[in-house]
């Protein structure tokens, strides 16, 4: 257990609609981390917030959107779901806000498996 | 434009037969290299993080080595519970980028 939750596991839902998933990070760790896991792209970064700021912005859809709450869990926004964006959602956690430090190790929760019919 | 290539795809070997799995990439000033082992279900587990060429780490029956332009994980003597798929992800001179590889998929036959 990497001590990350996220939830829900599993989302269904229709193209056109809105989901939130959910991440609580590791405690202790100020850094939350989005992934989206497809079977040809492989993990792609998403965004970063640290203790409660955006730190850093990957292949992010403008139809999506996170923060950071002040108790220190995540949530990933979707909005206007296509077809194309099912796939796992990773969240990870970290101490600090900038990896390549030794105790900045990444943390993965579990996932979240988002299909949209 | 920066990428992570990793091979093979896939990887089949016997019991206690070692092997290699290579992590090429092209990145604008390499700030880390990670590995990581992904478990069917699950999310990646943290295995190594690599900074400069010639660097070496190991763990168990697993040595992570770091050149200029590729990574390698060998396996030595693997067993059943090694099989899973490893990815490899690195960080770019900003630190704020990552770009994570597809995968190996390896399966160790007992």
């Known amino acids: 257990d990497s001590g990350v939750t996220q939830t829900p596991k599993h989302l269904i839902t229709a193209t056109g609609q809105r989901v939130t998933l959910r991440c609580s990070p590791r405690?202790?760790?100020?850094?939350v981390y989005w992934y989206q896991q497809s079977l040809d792209q492989g993990l792609q970064f998403l965004i970063q917030y640290y203790n409660g700021e955006e730190r850093a912005k990957g292949n992010i859809l403008e139809r999506f959107s996170a923060q950071q709450f002040p108790d220190l869990h995540s949530e990933l926004n979707l909005s206007s779901l296509e077809l194309g964006d099912s796939a796992l959602y990773f969240c990870a956690s970290s101490v600090g806000g900038s990896l390549g430090l030794a105790k900045n190790i990444q943390y993965f929760g579990a996932g979240t498996r988002l299909s949209v019919l | 434009e920066d990428q992570v290539t990793q091979s093979p795809e896939a990887l089949r070997l016997q019991e206690g037969e070692s092997s290699s799995l290579n992590c090429s990439y092209t990145v604008s000033g390499l700030r880390g290299l990670f590995w990581y082992r992904q478990d069917p279900g699950k999310g990646p587990e943290f295995l190594f993080t690599l900074y400069s060429a010639g660097e070496e780490k190991e763990k168990e029956r697993l040595k992570a080595t770091l050149t200029k332009k590729e990574s390698f994980l060998h396996i030595t003597a693997p067993k059943p519970e090694d099989s899973a798929t490893y990815l490899c992800a690195v960080q770019d001179h900003t630190g704020n980028q990552f770009y994570f590889g597809t995968g190996t998929s390896l399966t160790v036959i007992p």
């Open positions: 405690s202790g760790d100020l850094s």
